[in-house]
């Protein structure tokens, strides 16, 4: 079966609301200056906004329903999207179905987070029930350990070293650098990357994410509505996403882009070699190179062999999480799935600034989330175009 493509919606008004490394505030005072963002930069009011997904671990009891409440907003098109990294993605898939559909006309899709001072343990400890029952109470309280799982793995298999994956942080926070919202400002180089203290071997201090708060948000309409709001906007030119792939594997080696990755091209009109930068979903640095992988820039287990090769700065050779992802910008629940997707759209539209990448005309943006012991359950990805 053929899917439908998305010809008369766009995607627009990339929005992030400033990451704070810890926030008394709730998850819904960081959607809602999303949500104030998105209105402010296209010049809607909140009327005008008569469709809405939402993605956040820390909204309970809350879900999208009960924050239309607190946000004052009366959608006729709603989605609640706990799905973790892959959250942006699907949340722009569903969103553009839905205006095709004449559902809604403006959908705003929001992600994000608050990070109160042991709120990270308590989302850990009630993650899922596999969390809960078979991995936290054994003293494996969170994604360090079985990333590090998948990380040494990944390493035997493919022969990946500590600079192999330290060469993608190292770019990413040059990228960082140049993006204002990014919580880390220092750089840094390959001797202090490998230097950094161990923390669930083979995985060091900048290997993993720093969990903080923040949001994420953008819009999707139709083109003739961005047009007539004078709004830069970027096409969707094909999506996938796929769940619980690939459970026979006894440890996760491939995600779900593999299954649907062709489908996603052939969308396109365009293959991974036409690709002016990609933005992956990039809680550990292995999850990175599985994806270059997955979504076919390189064949299973050359992932090392294409980042020894490549340059991965907004300048570089490969454009890859040109505002520094999640490693360099922070991590704000369910936001990092949004992170890249929105940097995907500043791209496109010509707002990334100091780290715009020259000439770029297509971009993909792919997520991956919840994370159960030893595999990540969603995957999702996304080419966007001028």
Avoid at 43 to 65: E, M, R
Avoid at 154 to 172: I, P
Avoid at 335 to 348: K, P, S, Y
């Amino acid at each position: 079966m053929t899917r439908r493509g998305y010809e008369g919606v766009v995607v627009a008004v990339p929005v992030t609301v400033p990451y704070a490394r810890y926030s008394i505030r709730s998850a819904h005072w960081w959607l809602a200056r999303s949500l104030s963002a998105l209105l402010k930069e296209s010049g809607l009011k909140k009327a005008d906004i008569d469709g809405f997904t939402i993605s956040s671990f820390t909204l309970q009891p809350d879900t999208a329903i009960g924050l239309t409440q607190h946000l004052g907003i009366a959608p006729r098109w709603l989605d609640h999207i706990p799905l973790g990294g892959a959250s942006g993605v699907v949340a722009l898939r569903r969103a553009a179905r839905a205006v095709q559909a004449g559902d809604a006309s403006v959908v705003a899709c929001l992600g994000g987070d608050t990070n109160h001072v042991d709120s990270f343990r308590l989302t850990l400890a009630n993650f899922s029930q596999f969390a809960r029952d078979a991995v936290y109470p054994y003293g494996a309280g969170g994604p360090n350990a079985s990333f590090a799982f998948l990380t040494e793995h990944y390493m035997r298999a493919s022969g990946a070293t500590r600079e192999d994956f330290g060469k993608l942080c190292v770019a990413q926070r040059a990228n960082a650098l140049k993006f204002p919202h990014a919580l880390f400002k220092k750089p840094l180089s390959m001797q202090e990357y490998l230097a950094a203290r161990p923390i669930a071997e083979p995985l060091h201090l900048f290997d993993c994410v720093m969990p903080c708060a923040g949001a994420e948000g953008f819009l999707v309409l139709s083109e003739e509505k961005a047009k007539a709001l004078k709004i830069p906007y970027a096409r969707i030119l094909g999506t996938i996403e796929r769940h619980n792939a690939f459970s026979e594997d006894p440890i996760q080696l491939r995600g779900g882009w593999v299954l649907d990755r062709d489908e996603l091209y052939a969308q396109a009109g365009a293959g991974p070699a036409e690709m002016d930068f990609a933005q992956v979903y990039d809680d550990y640095p292995v999850i990175s190179m599985m994806q270059l992988e997955d979504l076919g820039f390189c064949a299973k287990n050359e992932g090392p062999a294409f980042v020894r090769k490549h340059g991965f700065t907004h300048d570089g050779s490969f454009p890859l999480n040109t505002s520094g992802g999640q490693l360099s910008v922070g991590q704000a629940g369910a936001a990092g799935g949004f992170l890249g997707l929105v940097e995907a759209i500043r791209q496109l539209t010509g707002a990334a600034g100091g780290r715009q990448v020259k000439d770029a005309q297509l971009g993909l943006a792919s997520g991956f989330g919840m994370i159960n012991f030893d595999r990540g359950l969603c995957s999702a990805a996304a080419i966007l175009s001028t």
